[in-house]
């Protein structure tokens, strides 16, 4: 396991020290890891969702599903748009 983190280590600064575009996507996906994991240290010591009865937490379900379908949509119609552009 510790092979693995050293090689992926050397694989980053590599790509760091690299090419530009391998940089951005690289600071991207570094970036967007850490606001991951700190939502998840947010959400596991606040306890959130914890008071929900479970009707409670259905509807929070609920609310998440129709959020994220709403954004697929929008996302669709941002890449249709684009596609009309670029033709």
Do not use: P, Y
């Given at each position: 396991?510790?092979?693995i983190i050293i090689l992926a280590a050397i694989a980053g600064i590599g790509?760091?020290?690299?090419?530009?575009k391998s940089r951005e996507?690289?600071?991207?996906?570094?970036?967007?890891?850490?606001d991951v994991l700190l939502l998840r240290l947010l959400?596991?010591?606040s306890r959130f969702g914890g008071e929900l009865t479970p009707d409670?937490?259905?509807e929070q379900k609920m609310w998440r599903e129709l959020r994220f379908r709403d954004l697929?949509?929008?996302?669709?119609?941002?890449k249709q748009k684009q596609r009309n552009r670029a033709k």
């Open positions: 396991m510790l092979k790509m760091l020290v690299g090419f530009r996507r690289l600071l991207e996906e570094l970036k967007a890891l850490s959400r596991w010591t409670g937490a259905a697929q949509g929008l996302a669709q119609r941002a």
